[in-house]
Every structure is written in structure tokens, then in C-alpha cells.
């Protein structure tokens, strides 16, 4: 059987890169010493994390402090300060950037007794220390997400500072220049603030895990189960970029970082079978960034989410459920009427690996995913559960190239139950067993065949971890400023005051105005500092409105997302027409199109929080308004692409347009004419299509 060539994707090799798009600033390409002291800084950042998350031997502060000392060692390491110049070295100043931003980290550490008898009463040494720290958090995010995210800061800072001289209801009581910097870097309100206690535990070991689990070759597992399932039916090369870009969301919270790894595959492959490079291109952009919904690892903003809302993560994960199996649907039934508009036909069988024969040959790698569903949903803390999947991650990768060298099936037998014996010991002895059986198969590696290559994986997962993330952490910490000096001012109570009083009038166009700076807002920053601004400012007013507490935050949640998704600045479509080798604006509005339900659902879910298993939901409510989703996805996606059982007519067109709008609308009546005249239009079509066949 000549089966598609995924040997791009084989275990323990990175993930494939593309030179033409990065998805944050330009990185250096380093060689010699430089690399390999990165490489070491890479290494010692991972290590230090897995400690706290293992240990938790410092104070909360401390840990978050000494969190982004490391994320600006790096990003000055890795990141120039403009795209000019040799990018092969790094110049004396980034060297004393790095070096000092690091030391400085220490600060909280060293002087920790010292700083909470003067709390609120900073010194002169401790307004310098914090100045130069909050500069450099300034500059590496510049330096990473560009200027836009520093500026929407940086205007925040100076409201902060000369917010007094403002009229009327913008102007506040004016604040010194010490109680700033205070607010910022001394306490938890600022640049180490919740956001980046989040990403200094739960964030990063998830993200860990993801690149543990990359490296160990489930991008081709997700691929060949896709394939095996979906590959021969009609459209079926797009239909293996929803399914495995869906899969690949399980683990990876990167919409972009998505479309650059599963696109690679996916993109060439539709192309082959006749899709557009625009379509494909769009299709893999919607599937990827839908991943940022799709449980259980959600992306970081989950995490913020619970931590700011204090609620258990598996509440976050209940209510994106729904929408993010809808998600899917649209971009599934999307491109099957895009198939079938085109006449387009599956992968041939003969070129399809088996989905059974995939699943038998590299099952191990689902079982960390399996565990860590498991804990989140029973009562265990997400950093609990991602340092377990983490661990049973590299207990399999190191395993598996053990066993691999034994001729003897009894003998494999042997050595997994000795394995497993040994981490079960888990729960009685805690980490340590864990530790002695990860250090004991090292060990092992170094002495067979095959087995330093192993290690080498778990070396570049631990370096890839780091480096990926650069971009979340730094954001996290940037976007402190913004909490900060909303805290210190109360000027969120402003624009959710004018919230309040659009809302009285009309909650809709309340929502059109949050969803209106969500894009807005997107277009410059991503969508983790996004949905932090937004929803200090915004989901107070849609709370008060009436809005259930979880969905207004995830109301501002996926309009974030979905920033990605619209032009003029479409992350994930410039992502994929740098594979697609297309327009990246024709790419970023057809992947709108294809992402309809994105747009939509939010609005659904305030209207009728059984959507997101909020309220008081029955499950005949919740199962009644799926339904009445998933016809009104139908509709849509038909108006979209012309294309039902057959062509539609323009004045067929907009029939359904309206049919799926009285579905959607959240207003006496209009269920009924949405049911009605979604029945007349598929006996009509049936009808067309048997006059047709007939004729």
C-alpha cells in the first residue's frame, strides 16, 4: 500500500518549521557558544519550572519574580531588537539585558523580609529596581508581539500617571510616581499579578506537555487516525485537517503554532485533491484555531480564566464543551458542501493508513492525555495533573525506546508492569518514585542502542517548552501594567459604566460593543492579553447586565480568538498562506465565513446559557438548543457555499439565511418560523434534486 508520506512527523522529531512566517518576531539563528548557552538557559528555565511545580519551595511572589527573570534572559538571548543587522550573534547589550533582567529577578528573593516590613513605603532602591524592571518587561514584549501590546500598556501607565488632568469622569485623584511603581513590581497587582502566577505554574507545564508529546510523534498519530476515518469520503483531505487540527487542540493551546505544524500536511494534501490553496488555507486556519476551545488544555487562557474567576478548571472546560464541538461541525459541514459544490473526491484507499492499525501501534501516547482528562475531572489541581501527564510523557518516551530493544514479548511484558508498579507508587510516596524511575531510564538510555536519541528528544521538548513559552509569559507580565493601574484607579468602573447604560437600552448592542473591541483589540495583541483587558474591563458591565458570570468571560473569550481568524490582521491566516502560498486577506475572510458558528454561538450562549451547561439547564434544554444549533449551522454553511444536495439558487440563498437567523434570534415566535421554514426548504431541495435526477 503506498500510503501518504508523514514522515515529517515522525516520533522524536521537531516539529517541522517554516522559514517564511514566524508567529512572534523574528527569532536569531545562533550557532557556536551563544547556542549552546541558550540551549543551557532553555534547559535551566524548564528544570526550574517542573521544580516549582514539583516542590513549590519558594513564596509565591518569589516564584513568579524568578518566573519572569528567566522569560527576559531569553527573549533578549533569542529575540533582536529589530530585524536589522546580523542575526547570527548576540551583541554586548543584549548580552548585559539578559544577564541583568535575570539578576534582577532576585530581588524579591533576597530582600523578601525586607520588602514586606516596607510595604507601601518603597525605598529608593526599590522604585529603581522596579522602574528597570517594568522597561525591560516593556521592551521583550516589544520585542516578541511588537509595538502594538506595549502601547495599549504604556497608555495605560500614563493614565496612570497623569490621569488627574483629564476631564469629567475619566480624570482620577493623580497617584505619585512611588505608588506606580509600587503597584506594579513590588506587589501581586502588577507585572506578577494572577496572569503571571498562571503561567508560572499551570501555563507552562502544560505547555510542556504539549511539546513532550509533539516530539514523541502524535502530530503523525492525530494524522493517521484523521486520515483512516475521514480520508476517502467526499472532501476528505479537509476533513483530515478538521479532525487532526481538533486533535491536535487537545494538547496545544496555539492557534498559529497549529496551523505551522498539522498545515504542513494538511494545506499540500487538500491542494493535491483540488481545493484552493485559499480554501485550504482557511480550513486548516478555522480547525487550528479552534483549538484554543477545544478541552482539555484549552490554551492558557483557561487557566487565567479559573484563577480569575476562582472557579475549578473543569467548570471552564464544561461550559466550552458544547461550543467547541459546534465549532467543529461548522468547519466539518463546511467543507462537505465545498466538496460537494466541486465535484471533489476523497484520498484514494490504497494511500490511507489504517486509523485501527495507528491507534495499536502508538496507543501509549494517548494515555498521558487520558490520565490528565481523568485527574482534571476528579477533583485533582490542573498543576497536579499536568505534572503527572508530564511525567507518565517522558516515563513512556524513555520506555518505549527501552523496550524497543527487547527481542523477547514476555520480557516487554515484564518491564511495563515493573514501570507501572513503580509509578503507581505515586500515591503513596509522592514525586520521588517518579523522579527514581525517570533518572533510572535515563541512565538505561545511555547504554542502548537508539537510547541517546531518546534523550536528545526529551532535551529538545525541554528547549522547545521554553521557547514557546516566551510569547505567553511575557504577555502575561506586560499586561500587568493594564490590571495594575486599573486596580490602583478604578477605571474599569468608567467603560463598564457606559456598558451598563448601552445595556440599558439594548443588551444586544451592549454585546456588539464588547464584541466590536475584542476584534478591534485582536488586531494588534494576542488573544491572552486580549481577554485579560477585556474582561476586566467588559465582563463586570455584562455581568451586571445579566449575563452568567462564566459565559460573559467566555463571551470575550472566543471574540479573542476569533481576532485571529479576522482581517486585517489574521494571525493564523498569514500562518497558512505562508504554506498555502496564497493571499493571506482572501484566506483570513473565507476562513470567517467557514468560522460562522464562532461569531454566533457566543451570542447564543448569553441568550441561552444551557449552551454552555450554565444556569438551570435540564438536558432535554440543552439537547433542544444543540438542535436548533447544529440546523442553523446547516443553514448557514449551505447559504455560504451555494451547495446543499444540489446548487442553490441566490433567492434560495437568503431564504435559508433568514430561516437560520429565526433559529438563532432569542425572541417570541421566531423558533417556530425557523423550524418551519427550515422543513419547507429540505422537502423543497429534495424535491429540486429528484425533478433533476429524473430529468
Sequence with gaps: MAELDLHAHAPGAAPPSNDEFQE?????????????????????????????????????????SLHVGFLLMLTFLLYPRSTKGNLTAVPWYDWLLAGGGFM????????????????????????????????????????????????????????????????????????????????????????????????????????????????????????????????????GPAKV???????????????????????????????????????????????????????????????IMAETL??????????AVIPAVLYYFTAFVMVHLEAGRMKLTGVPKDQIPSAWRSLKADWHLALPLAALVWMLFHGFTPMFAGLTGLALTAILILGAALAARMSQAAFRYVFW???????????????????????ALCLACLWVRGGRETLGTLKSSLVDGAKQGLVVGM?????????????????????????LDVGEKSLFLSLLLTMLVCLVLGTGIPTIPNYIITSAIAAPALLKLGVPLIVSHMFVF???????????????????????????????????????????????????????????????????????????????????????????????????????CMLVAAVPLTDEIGFAMAATFFGWHAWQKRRLAVA
Excluded at 508498579?421 to 509522592?430: I, P, R, T, V, Y
Design 24 to 64: 512572534h518576531g523574528v527569532q536569531r539563528k545562533l550557532g557556536g557558544v551563544a547556542l549552546r548557552i541558550l540551549v543551557a538557559v532553555a534547559l535551566m528555565f524548564s528544570s526550574y519550572q517542573l521544580i516549582v511545580a514539583a516542590f513549590h519551595p519558594l513564596s509565591s511572589l518569589v516564584i513568579r
Design 558 to 660: 472566543y471574540f479573542g480568538i476569533m481576532a485571529d481568524l479576522t482581517p486585517p490582521v489574521a494571525l493564523a491566516a498569514f500562518a497558512a498562506a505562508s504554506i498555502a502560498k496564497d493571499d493571506p486577506d482572501k484566506i483570513g475572510w473565507k476562513a470567517t465565513q467557514i468560522a460562522i458558528a464562532g461569531y454566533v454561538v457566543p451570542f447564543m450562549a448569553v441568550y441561552t446559557p444551557a449552551l454552555m451547561l450554565q444556569g438551570d439547564w435540564t438536558v432535554a434544554g440543552v439537547a433542544y438548543v444543540v438542535i436548533k444549533a447544529v440546523l442553523a449551522i446547516g443553514l448557514w454553511a449551505a447559504a455560504t457555499v451555494g451547495h446543499f444536495w444540489i446548487a442553490l439558487k441566490f433567492s434560495e440563498r437568503i431564504y435559508v439565511t433568514v430561516a437560520a
Design 310 to 319: 476562582n472557579v475549578p478548571y473543569t467548570d471552564i472546560v464544561k461550559a
Design 241 to 303: 485537517a478538521v479532525i487532526s487540527s481538533g486533535l491536535m487542540g487537545t494538547i496545544s493551546g496555539s492557534g498559529v503554532a497549529n496551523v505551522l505544524t498539522v498545515g504542513q500536511f494538511t494545506i499540500p494534501l487538500m491542494k493535491r485533491f483540488g481545493y484552493s490553496g485559499v480554501f485550504a488555507g482557511a480550513v486548516e486556519a478555522t480547525a487550528s484555531m479552534g483549538g484554543q476551545i477545544m478541552p482539555p488544555v484549552m490554551g492558557a487562557v483557561a487557566f
Design 417 to 439: 508492569l515493573a514501570i507501572g508498579l513503580g509509578a503507581a507508587s505515586f500515591l503513596q510516596w509522592g514525586i520521588y518514585p517518579i523522579l527514581a524511575i525517570i533518572a
Design 104 to 235: 534582577l529577578a532576585f530581588y524579591h528573593w533576597v530582600f523578601e523580609a525586607d520588602l514586606i516590613q516596607r510595604a507601601g513605603d518603597p525605598s529608593t532602591t526599590d522604585l529603581a529596581v522596579g522602574a528597570i524592571v517594568v522597561v525591560m518587561v516593556f521592551e521583550a514584549s516589544r520585542r516578541i508581539m511588537g509595538a502594538a501590546l506595549p502601547i495599549i500598556c504604556g497608555t495605560f501607565l500614563l493614565y496612570g500617571m497623569f490621569g488627574q488632568y483629564l476631564p469629567g469622569a475619566l480624570a482620577h485623584r493623580g497617584y505619585g510616581f512611588d505608588q506606580i511603581i509600587d503597584q506594579l513590581f513590588i506587589g501581586t497587582e502588577g507585572i506578577y499579578g494572577t496572569p503571571t502566577m498562571v503561567s508560572a505554574t499551570y501555563i507552562f507545564l502544560f505547555i510542556l506537555f504539549g511539546a513532550f508529546l509533539e516530539h514523541a510523534g502524535m502530530i503523525r498519530l492525530f494524522n493517521n487516525v484523521a486520515l483512516g476515518l475521514v480520508g476517502s469520503a467526499q472532501g
Design 475 to 499: 504577555a502575561c507580565a506586560v499586561v500587568g501594567v493594564i490590571i495594575g493601574v486599573l486596580t490602583l484607579t478604578g477605571a474599569a468602573s468608567t467603560f463598564a459604566g457606559f456598558i
